[in-house]
């Protein structure tokens, strides 16, 4: 059955680092995402990916993240100078994208970021 | 934007007992609701899901939900709890009209009792 891949599974940094989390997406699908859940905390929307372009991002989605589908295959999520407050799990997503919102969204088994 | 509020963070059954997991959401345009289940070291994985149509929608492993309107709820039950069930469960709401982002509650922690 077909899988979203996430890596690395930890990534530990020093605070001000700039770090990739990478995400393999289901082949055929058209929408790309990513979440995040700090410890304890409700798993929160970061950005929306389609046809090459964002399509959502939340408050979050500062200038400090950016993503990217450099080929067929990857998707990532760049943070570019990491602060403390950026220690989460991050999760990768993709939707087939049929009907708008009604899509299942497919997660990957997350990465776990810590920031030092 | 969409609340959606899970009561009881964590949630203890015996085993054969019913499962009852609670869910609400905040819109007075009813949304798409999903519940995805998250075993250790895994992924979110979809439990059911309802879009239109009849309000009680069965999913897999014997987990079944009812949309009600009239309550913004859609809870998720399962006549009989096994061992297996013992998993973080996640509601999650996405507008009908509005984007493809999806709400999560704050998640409920199931542990199952021998």
């Known amino acids: 059955e077909p899988e979203v891949t996430q890596t690395p599974s930890h990534q530990v940094t020093q605070m001000g680092q700039e770090v990739i989390l990478r995400c393999v997406p289901i082949?055929?699908?058209?929408?790309f995402y990513w979440y995040r859940q700090i410890l304890g905390q409700k798993v929160e929307f970061l950005v929306s990916f389609y046809n090459n372009e964002i399509s959502e991002k939340s408050e979050i989605f500062d200038d400090q993240f950016s993503v990217e589908r450099p080929d067929g295959s990857n998707f990532t999520l760049k943070i570019r100078s990491t602060k403390l407050e950026d220690s989460a799990m991050y999760f990768c997503?993709?939707?087939?994208?049929?009907?708008?919102?009604?899509?299942?969204?497919?997660f990957g088994p997350g990465t776990r970021l810590t920031v030092l | 934007a969409q609340s959606v509020t899970q009561l009881g963070s964590h949630v203890s059954v015996s085993e054969g007992a019913l499962v009852l997991l609670r869910c609400n959401y905040s819109?007075?345009?009813?949304?798409?609701l999903f519940w995805y289940v998250q075993y250790p070291n895994q992924g979110l994985q979809l439990l059911l899901k309802y879009t239109t149509g009849a309000t009680l929608v069965k999913g897999i492993n014997g987990f079944e939900a009812e949309f009600k309107k009239s309550e913004t709820s859609f809870h998720l039950t399962k006549p009989s709890a096994h061992m297996s069930d013992a998993a973080e469960y996640f509601c999650a709401v996405s507008d009908r009209d509005t984007g493809n982002q999806f709400y999560f509650g704050t998640g409920t922690s199931l542990t199952v009792i021998p």
């Open positions: 819109s007075s345009v009813p949304p798409y």
């Open positions: 997503a993709s939707s087939g994208g049929r009907v708008r919102g009604s899509n299942e969204q497919f």
């Open positions: 082949s055929n699908h058209l929408y």
